[in-house]
């Protein structure tokens, strides 16, 4: 697992330490797939990468604990792009 990474005193309010573990726990989950995403799709894997971000930038403000990094991979998934990578034409 990672460091905690703490700069100041403004960024260690719980809030914002909740918010950076989102980030964190989602960069160590993803990281060791990203090769696996690349040889699936290599001419459209930062499609993936890019939808994750979204996903993150558009739900971070609203997380207040680490445990809700699981509502922001259930959106990802959920995301029509995504549910439709596994599914057959």
Do not use: C
């Not at 995403?37 to 459209?44: F, G, H, I, M, T």
């Amino acid at each position: 697992m990672h460091q905690p990474v703490y700069q100041d005193e403004d960024s260690d309010t719980p809030i914002v330490r909740a918010q950076l573990e989102i980030f964190l726990l989602l960069a160590d989950a993803t990281r060791p797939h990203l090769s696996d995403v690349y040889r699936a799709l290599p001419d459209n894997w930062h499609v993936i990468v890019t939808i994750l971000a979204k996903t993150l930038q558009d739900q971070l403000p609203d997380m207040t604990a680490a445990a809700d990094v699981t509502r922001i991979w259930t959106q990802f998934m959920a995301t029509a792009r995504i549910s439709k990578l596994g599914s057959k034409p």
